[in-house]
């Protein structure tokens, strides 16, 4: 199965790894095949809508091309849309609750938050409203907060502490529908750097122990070596050497060399680590000049 | 008075390289610094000397410096259990450290990690055995977290807050016996009963909590206290950057500059012309092809490194003007204290600001 076989895929990385802009191109490249689309950011931000094209952050499903969607959420918006729609509280009894000490207490309730959005994005999936766009697929640029563990355990965070009640319903559901290897995908972006690379084992491992597998490790940002083998680096430098001004130039592909060879190094390692996790080798991207062809290309490679 | 420079910035931006660099050019100037690292890399921790993890200050061995450089690595395992025990009477702590709510709070509760930073700081810079503090903060995915953190914490140990869950008389407790019924109602009577007790077990330590934390917090709007921010040339989120300045400013803090890494230094030619080099490999196999790639080499390079300045460049005019300091790639990276001892030739006080004029 690709990704975009899934109806979900969680995209996890840290910030700078651009975990966004993987996002959005896989947006792009599910809608590309056909996908019914939605690209979720559960940050509250802009960023993604930006990567896609649009301006601003709406909790309103907004059209970016035909087939894709961007929306983004927050939190409140998820309580009070759950409030709202299975607890059946009306409208002026939902402000009472949004005093502070119920917010407070959500923001203190460990998952609470994360779980919330996660029971929107379940919810639309498995069951939208008939005022609600229906979906093939949806692809989550995580939140800000935390780490990718955190998110994906909130569920059962959830679960664990009430034993009854419409959060412990709503946490199962979520948890059984994450931990569903054909219907969620979990994709990690990472940098072809040493501490990114072994970050990203470090997370794939502990997501392994919770039960969680990492479906693909997408590397950002990828530099190949630019001098091809043979006649090989060492040999053009030599070559350089007698030629006018070419001191800079070997000054130049020693640079770039020792870049893309650091990125190789650091991707093996991360191939190597992955292998031991049976998980697949990582898909390697360079600098995409738009989220158009980012998308095209993860079409052709995963 | 000990000076405080905070580094924030999101991880993978070379931040904890970047402290211990601009620790090691602080004591270069004659300065007693110390450094205190989170999560360093392997190589960075066994240059520093801290490869084992140490709550406490550790000498790192450095030749011909007029200062001193200590370093330590914040300790994350069990940071909230000591500040429990440091504060609660045995018994207390033993029931809160029992507490289910309890439990599920301190690990995993975002923003504590940020908070044990800042409190380590505090013991820091109360010592007066220093003259600066380089505070490396943990990886966060928006910088602006950082501040969140310490006034989440606050939050949750706010008096009136506590007092509004634990009175349960007149129509404030009607109000929050409405919400708790709620909270009951959706997740259970048994934890709206763990959340009670740990909110009574709270109540009883708030007061020596809620002190400290008013220090920790005094002690971050510090004129003394000076914040950098670490981004990497390749990907500077300048919304994110700008957002924490702005949250920086509206608190009157002290911002110090950017330190941007890993940037491409201009390519100074001159560089052989396409001819010259088709003629100097001509014998080679796949020589054309290789040509090619070394003529098309400087201005890759070149356009790179415009990327890079126009980046900053946006950067420092969204910022109003803060300066900022250009770091090129260490060739093979970080490895020794000679690498950091390269990095410090880029950064202040040694170096002067990015002219982007």
């Known amino acids: 199965m690709r990704p975009f076989d899934h109806r979900l895929v969680m995209v996890l990385g840290k910030g700078g790894v651009g975990r966004t802009t993987v996002t959005a191109g896989l947006a792009r490249a599910a809608a590309r095949l056909g996908r019914r689309t939605c690209a979720a950011d559960l940050g509250g931000t802009d960023a993604l809508a930006v990567r896609l094209g649009l301006v601003g952050r709406s909790y309103q499903f907004r059209r ?105 319903d709503l946490s199962r559901a979520v948890d059984i529908f994450l931990s569903d290897p054909h219907r969620t995908a979990v994709v990690l972006v990472t940098l072809p750097e040493e501490l990114p690379v072994s970050e990203t084992l470090e997370l794939a491992a502990d997501l392994g122990q919770e039960g969680f597998r990492v479906h693909t490790v997408i590397a950002n940002l990828v530099e190949r070596e630019p001098i091809p083998d043979p006649p090989g680096v060492a040999k053009v430098s030599e070559v350089l050497s007698s030629v006018t001004d070419g001191a800079a130039l070997a000054g130049l592909v020693a640079d770039v060399s020792a870049r893309a060879a650091r990125h190789a190094s650091a991707l093996a390692e991360l191939e190597g680590g992955l292998r031991r996790l049976g998980i697949a080798a990582p898909v390697a991207v360079g600098r995409a000049p738009s989220i158009e062809r980012l998308g095209a290309t993860l079409v052709e490679l995963l | 008075v000990t000076r405080v420079a905070v580094c924030c910035g999101v991880g993978g931006t070379g931040k904890t390289t970047t402290a211990a660099a601009l620790a090691l050019a602080y004591a270069a100037a004659g300065e007693r610094v110390v450094v205190l690292t989170i999560d360093p890399a392997r190589r960075l921790a066994d240059a520093l000397g801290v490869g084992e993890l140490s709550n406490t200050p550790r000498l790192v061995p450095l030749e011909n410096q007029a200062g001193t450089l200590h370093a330590l690595m914040l300790d994350r395992k069990g940071t909230w259990d000591e500040v429990i025990r440091r504060y609660a009477s045995a018994d207390l702590a033993e029931r809160l450290l029992d507490n289910r709510y309890y439990k599920a709070v301190s ?146 803090m002290t911002f110090a500059g950017f330190l941007i890494n890993r940037v491409q230094p201009t390519p100074t030619g001159p560089f052989p012309s396409d001819e010259a080099l088709q003629q100097a490999g001509a014998g080679e196999p796949g020589w054309e092809q290789v040509s090619a790639a070394l003529s098309a080499l400087p201005a890759a390079a070149d356009a790179r490194a415009r990327a890079h300045r126009d980046a900053v460049r946006q950067l420092v005019l969204a910022a109003g003007g803060s300066p900022a300091w250009l770091v090129p790639e260490i060739a093979g990276g970080v490895r020794s204290l000679d690498g950091l001892r390269e990095l410090t030739r880029h950064l202040p006080p040694h170096a002067a600001p990015f002219r982007s004029a």
């Open chain 2, 107 to 252: 690990t995993r509760l975002s923003g504590s990690h940020e908070y044990m930073a800042v409190e380590k700081l505090h013991e820091l810079t109360s010592a007066g055995q220093f003259d600066r503090v380089v505070l490396d903060t943990p990886p966060t995915q928006h910088v602006v977290d950082f501040f969140r953190a310490p006034d989440r914490i606050r939050g949750i140990l706010d008096r009136s807050m506590l007092s509004l869950i634990l009175d349960d008389t007149g129509v404030r407790g009607m109000a929050t016996r409405g919400a708790l019924s709620l909270i009951g109602r959706l997740a259970g009577e048994r934890v709206v009963s763990d959340i009670r007790e740990f909110f009574e077990l709270l109540h009883e330590l708030s007061a020596g909590f809620r002190e400290r934390s008013e220090r920790v917090s005094a002690l971050l709007r510090a004129p003394a206290t000076h914040y950098w921010l670490v981004a990497n040339a390749d990907a500077p989120e300048r919304n994110d950057l700008i957002g924490f300045l702005n949250e920086l400013r509206e608190r009157g």
């Open chain 1, 64 to 168: 970016v091309i035909g087939g894709l969607d961007v929306w983004s959420a927050t939190p409140a918006e998820c309580f009070d849309d759950f409030l709202a729609r299975k607890i059946h509280l009306p409208g002026l009894a939902r402000k009472v609750v949004h005093n502070r000490f119920v917010d407070t207490f959500i923001d203190a309730v460990p998952g609470l938050n994360d779980m919330m959005m996660l029971g929107r994005v379940e919810n639309l999936l498995v069951e939208p409203g008939s005022d609600e766009p229906q979906y093939d697929f949806m692809v989550i640029d995580a939140p800000a907060t935390g780490h990718g563990l955190t998110l994906l355990q909130a569920a059962r965070t959830m679960t664990d502490m009430t034993k009854v009640g419409p959060f412990h």
